[in-house]
């Protein structure tokens, strides 16, 4: 189980580091790298991704974890979890990468997504505590 968990954790360092230098660079680019852009209508739509990605994420996560099935042997179940972190990893990601790409004022709002990213890295406590409880 070591050596998945370490795979794991690369796979989410990698994720995570991209999306970072991706940020930074945007970041660069624009000059309104810290400001805090506007408020209107028509920022809500920039306020609502990280939203959706928070609980689009957290939905397809446990969906998936709950078709793991009982009793499997932990291989299976690592690997489910694994496909279901890739899930939940891609669309936290891509959400960072397309809110700095669409409109880099609001650059903050990805910040806050790699800072939830970082929050749900892999530790073998935190895979035996989410199969237990799906699985």
Request: proline fraction near 4%.
């Amino acid at each position: 189980m070591n050596d998945q968990v370490k795979t794991l954790r690369i796979i989410h360092v990698a994720m995570g580091a991209g999306t970072t230098v991706f940020c930074i660079i945007i970041g660069i680019i624009s000059d309104s790298v810290l400001g805090i852009p506007k408020i209107n209508s028509s920022s809500i739509l920039w306020f609502t991704i990280p939203i959706i990605a928070f609980f689009l994420s957290n939905f397809l996560f446990k969906s998936k974890m709950k078709k793991v099935k009982k009793g499997k042997d932990w291989d299976r179940k690592l690997m489910a979890y694994q496909n279901a972190s890739l899930i939940r990893w891609a669309i936290l990601e891509g959400a960072a990468l397309i809110i700095p790409l669409l409109n880099p004022e609001f650059l903050m709002l990805s910040i806050l997504i790699i800072i939830y990213l970082i929050f749900l890295h892999p530790t073998e406590n935190r895979i035996k505590k989410d199969l237990q409880v799906f699985g």
